[in-house]
C-alpha cells in the first residue's frame, strides 16, 4: 500500500508508520504561543459592543461616557468606522447568480441584524479597561420582529433585513433528469419521506479567537496575528475589504487551537485591529471570551431537510428527491451560502441510484451567521440519506445492513459516474460494512436485542449503521468555478535542502491540530532519504509561505500534501542530475536508496543528497546550465476530488424508563486510501466522532422566540466530557484513490460524517419495536422518554 | 495588593489588584502563558493548575488567594532538562492531543487525578476528568495516556 507510493525514492519508510508527533513537545510543556500569550508592548485592548437585540435600528449610539473612562484610547461607532472600508465583508461563494447578500458591515450602521451583531468599540489600554467602557456606551434601539424559525423566515412573515425584498438568499438545484425522477417515484413499490431537521451547532473550538495587528515601523507593513486557519485567504481579504494593500499584509497563524471550520472566516474583529491599527498606529488586539464567541463566531448546520426515497419491492432504490432550507443566519460570511451545495451531490450517498433530485433555499434569518462547521454539508447529507435508509429498511422488514449492501455501488464499479456528476474515485463499500459489522459482532447484538424485547427490559439495546461517502480534497479549481466560488482549490509548496543537508518545506496549508508537521516532513523524509527531524516545516506565515489556500475540506493532504511531494520530485530530479555528473553516469541508471545515489547494483559508490546540497549550494562545479541550491517548487490543482469512505456502528443502551441514552459501543471502519501515519488517522476519526456524537445527543444552540441565544456558555452548551463518550474501536480498510499520486484521500471530516446518523438510528433501533420512526436531535432523555409515550407499539415488534 | 506565590518552585511579591484572577496573575504577571482561558463560566478546564498538589481551575481562584500557597503550572511539569513528566511523556506516546490548546490542563488535572486514584479504571479516568474539556481528541486517546501513565510506574509522587 503507502509504501508502493514513494518506490524509486528514499528507502526510509517512515510513511505508513505510527510516527509520533513532532509538534507535541512544544504544547505539551506549555511553550508553545497561542495568539493570546503573545506579549506586545504597547497594544490597545479592543473590546467590541455588541447588539443585545436580534433585530433592531440603531437610532442613536452615544460614545462620550465611554470615552471619559479611565484607559480609554477611542470608542467609535458603526459611522465613524464607514470610511475605513474599501468594501463590505467578504462572501466568496455566489452559489447563483441572482444570489441576496445584505451588505455586512464589521460594525452595523443603522440596523443590527443578530444578537452579537457590532455597533461600536471601545479602544483601551488594558481588556479589562476596554470591556467597563464597552459597557457604557450608550446604544438607543427600536427593537423590529425578528425573523427566528426557518421555516417561518423562509415564509417571509418577519424580514431579516429591512430592506430586503425576502428572506431568500438563493434557491439552488440540481434536477439532471426531471422526468426520470417523476417516473422512479410512479413506479415505486415503496416509498418514504422523511423530514429531519439539522439543528445548529456551536463549533467551540476550545481555544476562543484571537488577532493582534501590529503595524510596522515607517509605514511598512502590518503584521496580522490571528487565529485562523486561513491566512492566505484572510490576507487577500483583508486587503480587498480594508483597503490595504494586500502585499503590505502578513498574517501569521501561530499555534491555533482547533478551528473545525469556525476559523475558515474572515471577521469584523480581525477587519477592526486592522483598521484600528491603521487608524491609532499602535498595535490592536483582541481576545475574544467564550460567551461572545458562542455569538461572534459562525454556527454550523441548521438546515430543515426533506428527502425522499422511491425504491422497488426488493428494496432497490430508484430515486432520491431532496428539498432542503437552510439557515445562513443574518449575512453570508466566507462561504456560508455554499456549504448546502457542499452536501448537494452526495444525498444518494454510498448507494447506486439511477435517478436524484436536489434543491436548496438559503434562507436569511436574525441569528448569527453559519458557515462551513467539521463536515459542512457533507454531515447533513449523510444523516439524511442513512437515516432515510433505515425509515425505508423498516418499511421493507429489512435488516438495514442487507438494505445497504443491496445498493451499495459495487466495487467493480469505480471510477463510478454519479448521477449527480461526479466521478468517485475508488471504493469498496461492502469491504468496509463487513470489516464493521465483525468488529462490533453485529449477529450477536441482534440476537441479544431481541432477547431484551422478549425479556421486556427496560434497557433495551439499539445498533445504528451509517455508510457513508464523502467528496474529500477541495478541489479541482475548474469545478470550484462552475459552482461560482471565487478562488481555486490547488495548494503550493517548496521543497529545499539547506547547505548542511537538513530540509525546508513550505507550505500553504494551515494546521491547527492536524499535525501537518509531521506528516510533511514523513513524506519528504521518503522521499528524499533523510530523517524526518532533519526536514523543517513552514507554514501558517504569508511572509514564509506566500501563496496557499490553507486548511479545510480535508484538502490538507491530498492536495498540500501532494504539493509537497511533487516539489520533492522535481528536488530529487535535479539531485539526480547533479548526481550524475559527480559519478560520471547516466542519470536513468541512478537510483536513490537511504539518501544516496548510486549507480544501479554497485551502492557502494555513491554519493549522498546531503553532499550534493552542499555542492549544489558552493556552486563550484555545477553541470552546464545548472542553478545553484537545490530547491524545488510545485503547485498542484487536483483534477478531481476524493471520496473517503466507510461504515460506522453504534450500539446504545436506551433506558425507557429515564429515556437515557447510552451510547455503549462504537465502531467505525474507514477508508481513507493509503495512510501517512495511521496514529494521526486514528486521532482525526476519535475526535470527529466525538463531535458527530456531540450533534446526536448533546449540543445544539438553541434560540429564544425573540431570537436571544441562550446557550452562551460551556454550562450551557454541552460539549461532551471524557464521561460522555466511549473508547472507540476503528478498523480500516485501504482503497487507494488514484486521483493523486500519494493515494491519500483524507481524514479530517470523515468521524463526524459518519457518527450522527449512526448514533441516532441506534436510538430509534432500540425503540422502533415501540413505533419510535424518529427523533430529533439533540436525542435527549425527555426526547426519547416523550418518543415512548406517544408512539404506538408496531404489531408483532417488527423493526 | 500584596501577594508572594510560589510558582514552579520560584517565590516571587508582587503588587496586584484585587479582583485579579489566578490564572491572570499566573499569564501576565509570571509570564507562564501555557495555562490557557478556554470559557468564562469555569467550565472548560483548559487553566488548571496545582495547588499545593490538587488541582484546580485557576480562573475560579483570585491570585489574592494563593498568598502563601505553591502552585505548579505545566512549565513546572517537565524536569529542567527538558525530559518530559511521564504523563506529559504519555499523552505523546499515546497522541492524547491535537491543538494542544486543553493540553496544559489537561495534563495537571490527570496529575491530581493519578494522585488520588494510582491505579484508576477506564470508568474512574473518564469521571476524573469531567471537567476538562477537549474538542479535538475524542477522549480516547488521552485516557489511553491517562492509564498507561498509572501503569508506567514513573510517577513521582
Ligand atoms: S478557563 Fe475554563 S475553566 Fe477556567
Ligand atoms: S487537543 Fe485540541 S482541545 Fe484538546
Known sequence: ?799 | MRVTVTVNGTTETHDVEARMLLVQYLREVRGLTGTNIGCDTTSCGACTVLLDGESVKSCTLLAAQADGEEITTIEGMAAPDGTLHPIQEAFHQHHGLQCGFCTPGMVMAVASLLKEHPDPSEAEVREGLEGNLCRCTGYHNIVQAVLSAAHSGELVP
Open chain 1, 1 to 799: 500500500m503507502s509504501a508502493t507510493v514513494l518506490e524509486g525514492h528514499g528507502t526510509a519508510g517512515v510513511v505508513g508508520t505510527r510516527m509520533l508527533r513532532r509538534e507535541d513537545p512544544a504544547l505539551l510543556s506549555g511553550e508553545a504561543r497561542f495568539v493570546h500569550d503573545l506579549v506586545v508592548p504597547g497594544a490597545l485592548h479592543m473590546a467590541v459592543v455588541r447588539s443585545p437585540y436580534a433585530h433592531a435600528r440603531i437610532t442613536s449610539v452615544d460614545v462620550s461616557v465611554a470615552l471619559g473612562m479611565p484607559g480609554v484610547v477611542a470608542a467609535l461607532t458603526g459611522a465613524d468606522l464607514a470610511g475605513e472600508w474599501a468594501s463590505p465583508m467578504p462572501c466568496a461563494w455566489p452559489v447563483t447568480a441572482d444570489m441576496q447578500s445584505p451588505e455586512h458591515l464589521p460594525v452595523a450602521l443603522r440596523e443590527a441584524c443578530y444578537v452579537g451583531d457590532a455597533v461600536a468599540v471601545v479602544l483601551a489600554g488594558s481588556q479589562a479597561e476596554a470591556q467597563d467602557a464597552a459597557a457604557a456606551v450608550a446604544v438607543d434601539y427600536e427593537e423590529l420582529p425578528a425573523a427566528v424559525d426557518l421555516e417561518d423566515a423562509a415564509r417571509d412573515g418577519v424580514l431579516a433585513h429591512l430592506d430586503a425584498p425576502s428572506n431568500r438568499a438563493y434557491t439552488w438545484e440540481l434536477i439532471p433528469d426531471p422526468e426520470a425522477v417523476r417516473r422512479a417515484f410512479d413506479d415505486a413499490a415503496v416509498t418514504v419521506k422523511e423530514r429531519y431537521v439539522q439543528q445548529r451547532l456551536i463549533p467551540a473550538a476550545m481555544e476562543p479567537r484571537g488577532v493582534c495587528v501590529v503595524p510596522q515601523p515607517f509605514g511598512g507593513e502590518y503584521v496580522v496575528y490571528s487565529s485562523t486557519q486561513i491566512p492566505h485567504i484572510l490576507r487577500t481579504m483583508l486587503g480587498m475589504t480594508a483597503g490595504v494593500p494586500e502585499e503590505r499584509i502578513r498574517v501569521i497563524a501561530p499555534s491555533v487551537g482547533g478551528g473545525f471550520g469556525s476559523k475558515l472566516d474572515v471577521y469584523a474583529e480581525e477587519l477592526l485591529c486592522l483598521a484600528l491599527a491603521r487608524r491609532l498606529r499602535r498595535p490592536v488586539r483582541w481576545s475574544e471570551e467564550r460567551s461572545e464567541a458562542a455569538q461572534a463566531t459562525i454556527h454550523g448546520r441548521g438546515q430543515v431537510q426533506d428527502i425522499e426515497l422511491a425504491a422497488d419491492a426488493d428494496g432497490r432504490v430508484k430515486a432520491v428527491r431532496v428539498h432542503l432550507l437552510a439557515d445562513m443566519g443574518a449575512y453570508l460570511q466566507l462561504v456560508t451560502p455554499g456549504v448546502p451545495i457542499l452536501g448537494a451531490f452526495l444525498y444518494h450517498g454510498t448507494y447506486d441510484v439511477p435517478a436524484y433530485s436536489f434543491t436548496c433555499t438559503g434562507v436569511f434569518t436574525n441569528k448569527t451567521p453559519t458557515d462551513a462547521y467539521r463536515g459542512a454539508g457533507r454531515p447533513e447529507a449523510t444523516y439524511a440519506i442513512e437515516r432515510a435508509m433505515d425509515a425505508l429498511a423498516r418499511k421493507l422488514g429489512m435488516d438495514p445492513a442487507e438494505l445497504r449492501r443491496r445498493n451499495f455501488i459495487g466495487a467493480d464499479k469505480f471510477p463510478y459516474s454519479s448521477v449527480a456528476g461526479l466521478v468517485f474515485d475508488s471504493g469498496d463499500y461492502e469491504a468496509a460494512l463487513d470489516k464493521a459489522l465483525g468488529l462490533v459482532g453485529y449477529e450477536a447484538l441482534r440476537q441479544e436485542q431481541a432477547q431484551r424485547r422478549s425479556d421486556g427490559a427496560t434497557k433495551l439495546l439499539g445498533v445504528g449503521l451509517s455508510s457513508y461517502v464523502e467528496m474529500c480534497g477541495l478541489a479541482p479549481s475548474r469545478v470550484l468555478a462552475s459552482l461560482h466560488y471565487v478562488a481555486g482549490g490547488w495548494e503550493t509548496a517548496t521543497v529545499r535542502m539547506l547547505p548542511t543537508g537538513k530540509v525546508q518545506v513550505v507550505t500553504g496549508a494551515t494546521p491547527h491540530g492536524q499535525g501537518h508537521v509531521t506528516s510533511w516532513s514523513m513524506i519528504v523524509a521518503d522521499k528524499l532519504g533523510v530523517p524526518p527531524d532533519d526536514v523543517e516545516v513552514l507554514h501558517s506565515d504569508t511572509g514564509l509561505s506566500p501563496l496557499g489556500l490553507d486548511t479545510y475540506g480535508s484538502r490538507s493532504l491530498s492536495v498540500g500534501g501532494t504539493a509537497i511531494a511533487l516539489a520533492a520530485d522535481r528536488l530529487v530530479d535535479k539531485a539526480r542530475l547533479l548526481a550524475a555528473y559527480r559519478l560520471e553516469a547516466a542519470p536513468e541508471d541512478l537510483e536513490l536508496s537511504d539518501g544516496q545515489f548510486a549507480v544501479r547494483g554497485t551502492p557502494s559508490t555513491g554519493i549522498g543528497i546531503g553532499t550534493l546540497a552542499f555542492e549544489a549550494f558552493t556552486a563550484h562545479d555545477l553541470p552546464e546550465g545548472m542553478e545553484p541550491n537545490l530547491e524545488a517548487s510545485a503547485t498542484y490543482d487536483p483534477t478531481n476530488f476524493t471520496f473517503p469512505f466507510g461504515t460506522h456502528v453504534a450500539v446504545v443502551e436506551v433506558d425507557t424508563e429515564t429515556g437515557r441514552v447510552d451510547l455503549v459501543r462504537y465502531v467505525g471502519v474507514d477508508d481513507c486510501g493509503n495512510q501517512i501515519n495511521p496514529l494521526i488517522v486514528d486521532g482525526q476519526v476519535h475526535g470527529g466522532i466525538a463531535q458527530g456524537v456531540a450533534q446526536a445527543l448533546y449540543e445544539e444552540a438553541s434560540y429564544d422566540e425573540r431570537g436571544n441565544l441562550l446557550t452562551t456558555t460551556l454550562a450551557d452548551y454541552l460539549v461532551p466530557a471524557a464521561s460522555d463518550l466511549p473508547s472507540f474501536t476503528l478498523g480500516r480498510t485501504v482503497t487507494p484513490s488514484p486521483s493523486n499520486p500519494l493515494g491519500v484521500k483524507g481524514v479530517g471530516e470523515a468521524g463526524t460524517i459518519a457518527s450522527t446518523p449512526a448514533v441516532v438510528n441506534a436510538v430509534v433501533d432500540a425503540l422502533s419495536h415501540l413505533g419510535v420512526e424518529d427523533l430529533e436531535m439533540p436525542v435527549t432523555p425527555e426526547r426519547v422518554w416523550r418518543s415512548i409515550g406517544a408512539a404506538a407499539p408496531v404489531p408483532g415488534g417488527a423493526r
